[in-house]
């Protein structure tokens, strides 16, 4: 939580944010460009200071002291967001210096899954050469909507970087890592770059991404990195992508502090699900690692299954079973209830020519996945698994049914989507 205090008025502004350890409270500034921007936007709807446990020192119960350069954003009343950074010094009630913005944000409404599938690429075929088994990760979601029994985005992906490859996605930090080359070759020139990504099957987390690189993109071109949801997209389009990916173990001790805490606070709202907490057997304690493992043990204990039908969170709660779609719901409401700001993916699976080579056909294998944040950084997984772990050769490697049902008529406008952002950047 962060209260905006402007001293010419005196009004405040609080906003609950709830989010896990590595965040403190920071309750009033004499910021005087926020002062400025509060005169010009009309008053301010919520702020955000992101501070690192590591950047502050604890000088009694509930106090904190700290100096230094912390990430932010300021939301106003008129829908306009500035991403900056606050430059001071802080206490558990005062926080005395500037703020910088950087990125400047004005949200759109909700986007449908319809709306723009008469941009459609068909037939798009991806061709990899990889070390072990990735799945293409092209696009997220932030909410659900409990009526159609579809996920859908409300998000507005911003351009936070902008550059020549290479380019690096920092997502996590650990240990043991490592980095293996991934080579796409796509069978049209295209805009909306599939992402390379190793996703946790099993009854807990085991590893992470802590970053991928574009390394070089073929004919070369400028590439943004889209926030929220960690996506890519070239200026012009392109026929191949080289990558370097890098595979971590986990390492709870390690605290992750990159740009994406900006933008963590986007998925941890509510999804208007109503969870019957007396349905689930689980004391659900510790950190977010222990939180998502304890989850994940329950939803792989044996007691659930996937069916080819959509249920109520409730229904499936009570009868162990449920589409994948219900399972993934399940896991961001359980996880966001309790502070852990949660999404999720969905990409395509490929199928394995031998040698390391996959072939990836955008159209109909569609997968989708949970990704949720905690203080080592973003980490994706299966939230159930008809898998095995130690197996990647069969890693994901199932068209889900259910997924088939709901994301067939969405790809057309997930990738559509990107060409009208790019289209109408450019025009």
Not at 2 to 26: E, R
Not at 329 to 352: D, H, K
Request: hydrophobic residues 45%.
């Amino acid at each position: 939580m962060l209260a905006i205090k402007p001293a010419a008025s005196g009004a405040s502004m609080v906003y609950s944010l709830s989010l896990s350890a590595p965040y403190f409270v920071v309750a009033t500034t004499n910021s005087s460009v926020i002062i400025e921007l509060l005169t010009q936007q009309g008053g301010i709807k919520y702020a955000v200071m992101v501070i690192p446990r590591a950047s502050v020192k604890l000088v009694g119960p509930g106090s904190i002291e700290g100096q230094g350069i912390f990430p932010g954003i300021l939301d106003f009343v008129n829908g306009t967001d500035y991403v900056g950074f606050y430059d001071g010094s802080i206490n558990s009630t005062l926080f005395v210096g500037s703020f910088t913005p950087v990125i400047v944000i004005n949200k759109p409404g909700a986007l449908s899954y319809s709306g723009l599938s008469n941009l459609a690429i068909s037939n798009l075929t991806v061709y990899v050469r990889s070390g072990i088994p990735v799945l293409l990760r092209y696009f997220v979601f932030d909410s659900y909507n409990s009526t159609s029994n579809e996920l859908i985005n409300t998000l507005n992906p911003i351009p936070v970087i902008t550059s020549y490859p290479p380019v690096t996605i920092d997502l996590a930090v650990g240990t043991d890592c490592n980095t293996y080359v991934i080579y796409e070759n796509f069978s049209q020139p295209i805009e909306a770059i599939p992402i390379p990504i190793t996703v946790n099957v099993g009854r807990s987390l085991t590893f992470m991404v802590a970053n991928i690189t574009l390394v070089n993109v073929v004919p070369f071109t400028e590439v943004d990195v889209l926030e929220p949801g960690d996506l890519l997209a070239s200026k012009e389009p392109i026929d191949a992508a080289v990558f370097k990916l890098t595979v971590c173990h986990i390492d709870q001790d390690l605290n992750y502090t990159g740009i994406e805490i900006l933008y963590a606070r986007d998925y941890v709202g509510s999804l208007g699900i109503n969870v019957s907490w007396e349905l689930i057997p689980v004391s659900f304690n510790g950190s977010g690692v222990l939180v998502i493992n304890a989850l994940l043990s329950y939803l792989n204990n044996g007691r659930f299954t996937i069916s080819n039908t959509t249920y109520p969170i409730d229904y499936t709660l009570v009868n162990g079973t449920g589409s994948y779609i219900d399972y993934v719901v399940l896991a961001m409401a359980i996880l966001r209830s309790l502070g852990i700001p949660t999404r999720v993916a969905l990409g395509f699976v490929g199928e394995p020519l031998g040698n390391g080579v996959y072939v990836y056909h955008i159209g109909g294998d569609a997968v989708i996945w949970v990704e949720a944040f905690t203080n080592f950084g973003w980490t994706a997984f299966e939230p159930i698994s008809i898998y095995k772990l130690h197996d990647y050769s069969q890693l994901l490697t199932t068209v889900l049914y259910t997924a088939s049902a709901s994301f067939l008529l969405m790809i057309p406008w997930i990738i559509g989507y990107y060409i009208y952002y790019y289209l109408s950047r450019k025009s």
